[in-house]
């Protein structure tokens, strides 16, 4: 079991030990009372973890071990005012002794006292309440001034003390002071990088711009000149076709140089073919003479082979020379395929080499399809009421 000696303290709130103030032990292996161990725990954050105050070591209100004491056998029942008062007793009579052998000047141990406190009152302020540097600088200058000039023991420690913690508070604000200048100088320079960067970024973003609208342009130019190339290609195809056909060329002349008669207007109009016509009459006459109009039915049904031999004549004359024909009545060219493969030739071939057959000359040259009446108008004289002996107007009647 363990003892305690007289005069054992707690090393946090200077308690001394005793059977209402156990010691306890915590894992770092300190002594503290169980008073502070459940201070430093309810005053500790929650987001943080209680630790020593002696090595900052951690510890939980679980780990803490009460210290067994054996109050019986131990010296504390000692009365401990009796012990303080034997020390007291000694020191004073080492004081005195010391007084009578080096004398004190009691009016300057009293303004040394003052001073002191005067000092430590202006640490008091200026750690109490926020103060410039240089007000801080100028206490801590006359601090270092007073325990340099004065020897006294009992105010050199805490002066001491307060000299420290104001070169402390000094340094702190010049390393804060470093710290913040190197800040600002990083901060710029971090700035000038994103300036630069900003204006790199927006001259590669105008560069990308350009680049996309001269793609855009190739692109349609592209598709344009494809286009045209398409356009070619077909244009080519149709020429290639074009010419890869002569035969149509060669084949037309050779129809055109047999015995039919070339399709002419001359050839084909029905006043060509009709016996009646001018031109089959009478080549040079417009109008007939009133022999021909007063032929009887009887007399042109006779006369069906003489309008054989006239049809005959009549196409005979279309070929004579005389003025250049049009494209159309003479060969087909090559500006005109299809027309040249038309059935306008099986037509003239029907139309023209079938004289022997009596039925289509009668149809083609038929009274009902084809005449010329004469329109007598009657004169306003009285005298002249017959009618007239010569042709003046013929008009062709269409039934």
């Given at each position: 079991m363990l003892t305690l000696n007289p005069g054992s303290v707690c090393d946090v709130c200077a308690?001394?030990?005793?059977?209402?103030?156990?010691?306890?032990?915590?894992?770092?292996?300190?002594?503290l009372c169980m008073s502070c161990c459940t201070n430093?725990?309810?005053?500790?954050?929650?987001?943080?973890?209680?630790?020593?105050?002696?090595?900052?070591?951690?510890?939980?209100?679980?780990?803490?071990?009460?210290?067994?004491?054996?109050?019986?056998?131990?010296?504390?029942?000692?009365?401990?005012?009796?012990?303080?008062?034997?020390?007291?007793?000694?020191?004073?009579?080492?004081?005195?002794?010391?007084r009578e052998r080096?004398?004190?000047?009691e009016q300057g141990s009293a303004r040394i006292r003052a001073e002191a406190r005067r000092l430590e009152d202006k640490v008091a302020k200026v750690a109490a309440k926020k103060c410039s540097v240089e007000e801080v600088s100028t206490l801590h200058k006359e601090l270092q001034e007073w325990l340099t000039v004065e020897m006294e023991d009992q105010w050199q420690t805490s002066l001491s003390l307060s000299a420290a913690l104001l070169r402390a508070i000094l340094m702190n604000h010049v390393a804060h002071s470093e710290a913040s200048k190197i800040a600002k100088t990083t901060e710029a320079n971090l700035k000038a990088k994103l300036d630069d960067m900003d204006?790199?970024?927006?001259?590669?973003?105008?560069?990308?711009?350009?680049?996309?609208?001269?793609?855009t342009q190739t692109a349609q130019e592209c598709q344009t000149l494809r286009a045209e190339m398409n356009r070619l290609k077909l244009k080519a195809g149709v020429a290639a076709g074009l010419g890869s056909r002569p035969v149509l060329v060669e084949d037309a002349p050779t129809r055109s140089n047999t015995p039919m008669p070339v399709?002419?207007?001359?050839?084909?109009?029905?006043?060509?073919?009709?016996?009646?016509?001018?031109?089959?009459?009478?080549?040079?006459?417009?109008y007939m003479s009133s022999a021909s109009a007063a032929q009887s039915p009887l007399s042109r049904f006779a006369g069906a082979g003489h309008h054989v031999r006239s049809m005959s004549t009549s196409a005979g004359r279309t070929q004579t020379p005389g003025p250049p024909l049009s494209s159309r009545s003479q060969t087909p060219g090559i500006q005109s395929p299809l027309r040249s493969t038309s059935t306008a030739p099986t037509r003239q071939r029907r139309m023209s080499t079938t004289a022997s057959s009596p039925q289509k000359i009668v149809r083609q040259t038929s009274d009902d399809k084809e005449s010329i009446h004469e329109r007598w108008i009657p004169s306003i004289h009285p005298d002249a009421s017959s009618p007239p002996s010569t042709r003046r107007f013929a008009y062709p009647s269409h039934n």
């Open positions: 308690e001394e030990y005793g059977p209402k103030r156990l010691p306890h032990s915590i894992p770092c292996g300190h002594i430093i725990i309810n005053k500790t954050s929650s987001r943080l973890t209680p630790v020593c105050p002696f090595c900052r070591e951690q510890f939980t209100s679980e780990t803490v071990r009460l210290i067994r004491i054996d109050f019986a056998t131990s010296t504390w029942n000692t009365p401990r005012h009796r012990a303080h008062n034997l020390e007291t007793e000694r020191i004073n009579e080492m004081v005195s002794g010391q080096f004398p004190v000047n204006v790199t970024t927006g001259k590669l973003e105008a560069e990308l711009r350009r680049q996309r609208s001269a793609y399709r002419s207007p001359q050839s084909t109009s029905p006043r060509a073919m009709s016996p009646t016509s001018p031109r089959a009459m009478s080549p040079t006459s417009p």
